[in-house]
């Protein structure tokens, strides 16, 4: 299906026509009918037989993405609908495979799309041509060189913001296999009074704008520039900016451009040297100086710019400011001298500006070709691709049109030479009759202007070259004469009077009537722009700059090399490029690509008829169609011919078996078209008339409908039979899938049943067996049993037997034995009777003793004193004997316990002794003391820094060191002192300063006096006249009672031998100085909790409650 979407023709879908040749009628409106109708559908390209007419849409289409590259690579011209990449891919494909040099002539006006169309050409053979590492450098190269030229020699103008300002023609090479090898770039007539002058809304060359907005602060300041256009004289101000152009981008693109096509950094930097020359030329103003021999002169206003131009490309200041002041003309070796005036100073430097930049333009194209030169000396094909400026009508034509207008006519001279050379030559080839064409031959008019002779160029020429006062007007006058009667030639003051009353042709002017139009020329300027004269001054000025680039732009410069000849005009120099140009073109195959600009705003979708005609005229677009249809309007091969139209006859369809020519015979024939309308050539069919193509295309068109109803038809059929025979097959299929499937349900529900029935025989036969089988096993086990009870039942019989026998027999023995006793103490009795009865309690009573002995061994309680334990008695008699057993036991168990004692511990046993013996049972304070063991010293007096004087002052062992309270005989009140008791005395002590109160020597003690209560009140009692008696006795409270009044007796008694009285009692006397005042204790309340509270109740009592 989708083949059939496939153009195979440009016939296909056609909008309009897509051959200009195919137009019927052919006219000029209908052409621009054509035209319009395309361009209104996007269809910016029409074909006038192999040439292209291109109208620019002034915005981007997308028709030139790599995909299309891809459709239209090597397909046929005819077979898509038109366009360039058709014409590029034809040119590419026959230079590589036919090895013809092509050549691709772009024109059109000013904004036509000349530039860009060749840009696209470039750019399409890029993409087809070979590829690989080294090919793509060159590629690279050859299209980085664009956008070089495109800064130095475009410029924003009222037709085009990117016009090219001069003419380029470069040749691509390739080797044999169509791979680029290099190229040659030619370029013509720039437009250099553009560099000093630019009309209303123009601008000058984009490099100088590109230069100021893109290039850095440092790189400015080196080439001495300011980034403010409105500096410099040169650069018009009213159009500075472009819409939609960014010069920084450009210039760093331009840069990057540069670098890859191969500037070395140094001729970078020196051209950009020459550009801010120029730039700053401009700048430079004279003033009008009057000497006295009366010539004028000039002088530079300021010289601070010419200052900086001279640092800049190395030029001594002074002879650049002669140059500027003089000029020097030599003839015959005679040297003349004269000053120039301020307009002759202007002059010389906007020629000397305009000369450096057309120079410096000229080197780029050189050092680019040096870049992009192939590298090869083998023989290479070219395809040259021209990109000249069209046919230009200005209100106002000068010198430049008339150049350009004159290689426009020689490319239509070339043209028509060629295309009809073609058209001959195909005719030849095939074998057609040639019959006479009618055109026009504009080679009447290149005669006009560059015959050697008589024409225009030559006349110019001859004027600039003659001696004595030469104008404009005195060239004109010349062309009055020579060429006055040349037909195509008009003028005012010609001698024809043809134009003596044409009012709309000045006197100054004259007419020429080319192939395109008249245009009219102004003659003003004529001379001086043919001339091109630069004062020699200046150039040997250049020569002599400090600046390789300067100096090689003005060889002339070098007196040395002194030439007195004139140099050649620009007119020979232009028609001798063109003549060269011509001579290369006539070699090489020509692809014409026309290019029209449908309106003058630069806006899209807008179709100016008026403008587009007027083109269509100068481009000689009809003149081409008419040249083109002059035999026959179309041709095509017999194969594409008979694929095309097979259709319309039976006998060609669907195949012709024979030749195709005979077949497009046979289907020709069959149509019935009449035979002038067509030839048969040796490989084409020529169609005299497109009235008969078209009639052949809606014949084809209609049988196309009618066979697309029958393959629709037949498709129909087709599908639903294969549908049908599908779904048959499928039924077919699905029914065996089915039953297969059905079949094997079937089968697995038997094979399911058959193992179910199987397995419940098996398993009745197995129950069957397992019955039988634990039958059998239970007969055995029965048969076993009744056999072991049998045994056990005879085995008991015997048993029972054996018994009654064994206890017979035991009997019998008894009762022998009984009967042998009986008779034996029936024997004896008289002997037994008299000792066996004390002898029998002894041995028994001494058995029993034994055995109690030996039982008590295991019984014994454990070693503890305090163990309460003793096993019980066993027998009634031992009583006595078990209870002191019992006392010995714990007597020994005491001692070995006191045995382990050491004499320290024995020591304070001792002491506990004593205190019981003391205190037991007459004290009540005594019990709680027994668990606490005496420790004396309970205040350390040794270690207490505080007691140091006492410690100094007792100087025996203490034995005692407490605080005691010492109640006071007035009130019973307490007051805390130190007790202390050593081996000969009893100390009291201060115990806030350590003083000894008291010391009583052991001797003086008489008596110690206490309560039988829980208190630890105790009075000492001192001997009746003794020196401590004197205050009394001492009546003392301790914790500690029972400990201090053990140890008190204790060492009383090993000191004076003699035993302390301790006298316990409820009520004692103590003697208080001289009175005796009674002690008593009573039992008392608890109020004071668990302390006993003293008060004196009067003169003789004390009373103390004890809680
Ligand atoms: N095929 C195209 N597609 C889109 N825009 C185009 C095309 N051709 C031309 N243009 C637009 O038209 C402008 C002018 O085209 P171009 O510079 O090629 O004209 P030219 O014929 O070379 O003019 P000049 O003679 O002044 O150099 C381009 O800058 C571009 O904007
Ligand atoms: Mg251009």
Not at 79 to 95: K, Q
């Amino acid at each position: 299906m989708a083949k059939m979407e496939v153009k195979t023709s440009l016939l296909d879908d056609m909008i309009g026509v897509g051959d200009m040749v195919l137009l019927e009628p052919l006219d000029e409106d209908s052409f621009i009918d054509n035209l319009k109708k395309r361009f209104d559908h996007n269809e910016v390209y029409t074909y006038i037989g192999s040439v292209v007419i291109s109208i620019n849409p002034y915005r981007s289409l997308p028709i030139y993405t790599p995909e299309k590259v891809e459709e239209y690579r090597n397909r046929n011209f005819y077979e898509l609908s038109p366009h360039i990449f058709a014409l590029s891919d034809e040119a590419y494909r026959s230079l590589r495979d036919q090895d013809k040099d092509q050549c691709i002539l772009i024109t059109g006006e000013s904004g036509a799309g000349k530039t860009e169309a060749s840009k696209l050409v470039m750019s399409y053979v890029a993409a087809v041509c070979g590829k690989g590492a080294e090919v793509n450098q060159v590629k690279e190269q050859l299209l980085q060189s664009n956008p070089v030229l495109e800064a130095f020699g475009n410029a924003k103008t009222v037709r085009n913001d990117n016009s090219s300002r001069f003419g380029k023609y470069m040749d691509i090479e390739f080797d044999f296999k169509g791979d680029p090898l290099g190229g040659v770039i030619s370029n013509y007539l720039l437009e250099k009074s553009r560099v000093v002058k630019q009309p209303r809304g123009e601008r000058n060359f984009h490099i100088f704008y590109q230069i100021l907005s893109g290039a850095s602060e440092d790189f400015l300041c080196k080439l001495k520039l300011e980034q403010d256009f409105s500096r410099y004289n040169y650069l018009g101000l009213d159009s500075a900016k472009v819409n939609g152009v960014d010069d920084a981008a450009n210039f760093r693109t331009v840069r990057n451009a540069m670098q890859i096509v191969g500037f070395m950094d140094h001729e970078t930097q020196s051209v950009f040297e020459v550009v801010a020359a120029v730039l700053k030329l401009g700048n430079i103003e004279f003033k009008p100086e009057s000497r006295v021999n009366g010539l004028d002169e000039s002088k530079i206003k300021d010289k601070n710019e010419l200052k900086e131009i001279c640092e800049l490309t190395g030029i001594d200041q002074s002879v650049l400011e002669r140059a500027f002041s003089f000029r020097t003309v030599e003839a015959k070796q005679e040297k003349v001298s004269t000053t120039l005036n301020v307009a002759q100073a202007y002059y010389a430097r906007d020629a000397l500006a305009k000369n450096l930049y057309s120079r410096l333009f000229s080197w780029l194209v050189t050092r680019i070709n040096e870049s992009i030169k192939a590298q090869t000396k083998v023989r290479k094909k070219v395809m040259g691709v021209l990109d000249i400026y069209g046919f230009e009508i200005f209100e106002d034509n000068s010198f430049e049109q008339f150049i350009i207008n004159y290689c426009n006519e020689k490319l239509q001279q070339i043209f028509i030479e060629l295309t009809l050379k073609e058209e001959q030559e195909e005719y030849i080839r095939e074998g057609i009759e040639w019959t006479h064409i009618e055109y026009f031959n504009n080679a009447i008019i290149c005669d006009l202007i560059e015959n050697n002779q008589t024409g225009i160029l030559a006349m110019l020429d001859e004027e600039c070259l003659r001696p004595g006062t030469v104008t404009d007007d005195t060239f004109l006058e010349k062309l009055n004469q020579v060429c006055a009667t040349h037909q195509h030639f008009e003028s005012r003051m010609s001698k024809c009077s043809r134009f003596l009353n044409d009012t709309t042709l000045p006197h100054s002017c004259f007419r020429i009537q080319h192939y395109a139009g008249k245009v009219m020329y102004q003659v003003e300027g004529f001379v001086d722009k043919n001339n091109d004269l630069l004062y020699r001054d200046l150039s040997q000025a250049m020569w002599k700059a400090n600046h390789s680039l300067i100096k090689a732009l003005f060889p002339e410069g070098n007196p040395a090399k002194i030439n007195l000849k004139r140099p050649p005009t620009a007119g020979s120099q232009f028609k001798a490029s063109v003549a060269t140009l011509m001579k290369n073109l006539q070699t090489k195959n020509p692809n014409y690509i026309r290019c029209i600009k449908p309106n003058d705003k630069k806006a899209a979708h807008i179709f100016n008829d008026a403008l587009v005609c007027h083109q269509i005229r100068y481009l000689g677009l009809l003149e081409n169609v008419r040249v083109r249809r002059a035999g026959y309007a179309f041709r095509q091969a017999y194969e594409p011919c008979l694929e095309r139209y097979k259709m319309l006859c039976k006998q060609t369809w669907p195949h012709w078996r024979g030749p195709a020519r005979s077949g497009v015979e046979v289907l020709f024939n069959e149509l019935e078209i009449p035979e002038e309308e067509f030839s048969f050539g040796r490989s084409k069919i020529f169609i005299r008339n497109p009235r008969t193509l078209f009639k052949l295309e809606d014949l084809r068109k209609q049988r196309l409908e009618d066979l697309a109803t029958l393959i629709e038809k037949i498709y129909r059929g087709w599908k639903c039979r294969t549908r049908f025979l599908l779904m048959k097959k499928s039924q077919v299929v699905i029914a065996s899938w089915y039953r297969r499937y059905a079949q094997q349900k079937k089968y697995q529900k038997i094979k399911s049943s058959a193992i179910i029935v199987q397995s419940y025989i098996r398993g009745w036969k197995a129950r069957k067996l397992l019955r039988e089988l634990k039958h059998q096993r239970r007969c055995n086990e029965a048969a076993t049993i009744i056999a072991a009870y049998w045994h056990g039942t005879q085995a008991r019989r015997e048993l029972k037997r054996l018994k009654e026998e064994a206890r017979r027999k035991h009997a019998v023995a008894v009762i022998w034995a009984y009967w042998l006793g009986l008779k034996v103490r029936r024997e004896y009795r008289k002997f037994f009777r008299a000792n066996a009865g004390r002898k029998i309690y002894e041995f028994t009573l001494q058995r029993l003793m034994q055995k109690y002995f030996l039982e008590m061994k295991n019984k014994m309680p454990s070693l503890s004193p305090i163990d309460k334990n003793w096993p019980a008695r066993p027998y009634l008699f031992l009583d006595s004997t078990h209870k002191e057993l019992k006392r010995i036991f714990h007597l020994w168990r005491c001692k070995k316990y006191r045995d382990q004692f050491t004499d320290q511990q024995k020591l304070i046993y001792e002491e506990k002794l004593e205190a019981s013996e003391l205190f037991k049972d007459k004290k009540a304070l005594y019990p709680a003391s027994v668990g606490q063991p005496f420790q004396g010293a309970y205040l350390e007096i040794s270690k207490n820094p505080k007691y140091k004087k006492l410690k100094d002052a007792v100087d025996e062992k203490i034995i005692i060191a407490e605080v005691v309270s010492k109640i006071n005989r007035a009130n019973g009140k307490a007051t805390s002192r130190i007790f202390l008791l050593t081996k000969n005395n009893v100390l009291l002590v201060d115990q806030k300063s350590g003083n000894i109160k008291s010391e009583v020597p052991l001797g003086d003690v008489t008596k110690v006096s206490m309560s039988s209560q829980n208190d630890g009140f105790f009075a000492v009692h001192l001997k009746e006249g003794s020196g401590a008696a004197g205050k009394g006795d001492f009546l003392l409270s301790s914790d500690h009672l029972i400990e201090m009044a053990t140890k008190l007796y204790r060492t009383t008694l090993s000191q004076t031998k003699q035993k302390l009285n301790i006298e316990i009692s409820d009520e004692f006397l103590v003697q208080f100085k001289r009175d005796k005042v009674c002690v008593k204790f009573i039992q008392g309340s608890q109020k004071n909790g668990n302390i006993p509270t003293c008060k004196r109740k009067n003169n003789r009592l004390l009373e103390v409650a004890v809680p």
